[in-house]
């Protein structure tokens, strides 16, 4: 569980070919990181993963099946969307139950699942509020919540902490490495963040116009940099 690996997995928009061919394994447990600059294709490299877009070619392989054509909710990947992506007129509580209801599953079970999920982000007295009623942390909290109900065999990341202060981000980064190493499942984390990138991850990807520039662990990147535009992003000397 958790493993994906994608080949040779390109998409072009129109005349725009936006990722022209990426090789990518990710193995179960890893925490990975997506960096790059503004508009270099991550949260396409994401969406493409979570099955949000088609790829134009190539292969998306989740736990070792093929799953380039499944609908996103075959792929047993969970998205975190921002924290305002929360239903405003509903309790905590609710929120995190969304998707459980949706899938039909017995008040009872959601009733434990949400709970739990409340216990491991330090909800359990917030769930009758509503989200206007929580800090931004919390709400972000909540946001995790709804994708830890479904035990999804990954977590994909998109820039989930770009709408909140400083200060609260780099609590948030903290939070997040701690739910890793309790969970232990893989998370996809997409950021243009060089810190949250050296900071968080195990395995760094590199991107650039949509190609991979450079694959390794923070100390390898900022060790032996491949070229100038790794060198130039994580900040390194060479
Ligand atoms: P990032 O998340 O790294 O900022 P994106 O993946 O959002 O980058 O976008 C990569 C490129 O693909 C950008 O040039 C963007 O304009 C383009 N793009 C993204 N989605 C679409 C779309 N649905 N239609 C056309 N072009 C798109
Ligand atoms: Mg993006």
Same mark, same amino acid.
Not at 2 to 30: M, R, T, W, Y
Not at 89 to 108: C, D, Q, Y
């Given at each position: 569980m958790g493993s994906i690996s994608l080949q040779k997995v390109?998409?072009?928009?129109? %005349? *725009?070919?936006?990722?022209?061919?990426i090789d990518l394994d990710i193995n179960n447990g890893e925490f990975v990181v997506f960096?790059?600059?503004?508009?270099?294709?991550?949260? &396409?490299l994401l969406r493409l993963i979570a099955g949000l877009?088609?790829v134009?070619?190539g292969k998306v392989v989740i736990d070792g099946k093929d799953a380039t054509?499944a609908?996103p909710?075959e792929r047993g990947l969970a998205m975190?969307? $921002?924290?305002?992506?929360?239903?405003?007129?509903?309790?905590?509580?609710?929120? !995190?139950?969304?998707?459980?209801?949706? *899938?039909?599953?017995?008040?009872?079970? !959601?009733?434990?699942?949400? @709970?739990?999920?409340?216990?491991?982000?330090?909800? &359990?007295?917030?769930?009758?509020?509503?989200? +206007?009623?929580?800090?931004?942390?919390? +709400? $972000?909290?909540?946001? !995790?919540?709804?994708?830890? #109900?479904?035990?999804p065999s990954a977590f994909l990341f998109?820039?989930?902490? @770009?709408?909140?202060? *400083?200060?609260? /981000?780099?609590?948030? /980064?903290?939070?997040?490495?701690?739910?890793?190493?309790?969970?232990?499942t893989t998370m996809i984390y997409v &950021?243009?963040? $060089?810190? %949250?990138?050296? &900071?968080? *991850?195990d395995k760094?990807v #590199?991107?650039? /116009?949509?190609?991979i %520039?450079?694959v390794? @662990?923070?100390? %390898?990147?900022? +060790? @032996?940099?491949?070229?100038?535009? #790794?060198?130039?992003?994580?900040?390194?000397?060479?």
């Amino acid at each position: 569980m958790g493993s994906i690996s994608l080949q040779k997995v390109s998409k072009v928009f129109g %005349e *725009a070919k936006v990722i022209p061919s990426i090789d990518l394994d990710i193995n179960n447990g890893e925490f990975v990181v997506f960096v790059g600059p503004s508009g270099c294709g991550k949260s &396409t490299l994401l969406r493409l993963i979570a099955g949000l877009e088609d790829v134009s070619g190539g292969k998306v392989v989740i736990d070792g099946k093929d799953a380039t054509d499944a609908a996103p909710s075959e792929r047993g990947l969970a998205m975190v969307f $921002q924290s305002y992506a929360l239903y405003p007129h509903m309790s905590v509580r609710n929120n !995190i139950a969304f998707p459980l209801k949706m *899938a039909g599953m017995p008040k009872e079970e !959601i009733d434990k699942k949400v @709970s739990d999920a409340a216990r491991v982000l330090n909800l &359990t007295d917030y769930l009758e509020r509503k989200p +206007r009623q929580l800090s931004g942390g919390q +709400r $972000q909290r909540v946001a !995790i919540g709804r994708a830890i #109900v479904r035990q999804p065999s990954a977590f994909l990341f998109d820039e989930p902490l @770009s709408n909140l202060d *400083a200060a609260l /981000r780099v609590n948030m /980064r903290l939070e997040i490495s701690e739910l890793h190493q309790q969970l232990k499942t893989t998370m996809i984390y997409v &950021t243009h963040d $060089q810190v %949250e990138a050296m &900071t968080m *991850a195990d395995k760094i990807v #590199v991107l650039n /116009r949509g190609n991979i %520039e450079q694959v390794g @662990s923070p100390l %390898e990147l900022y +060790r @032996s940099p491949r070229n100038l535009f #790794v060198a130039g992003f994580i900040g390194s000397p060479k």
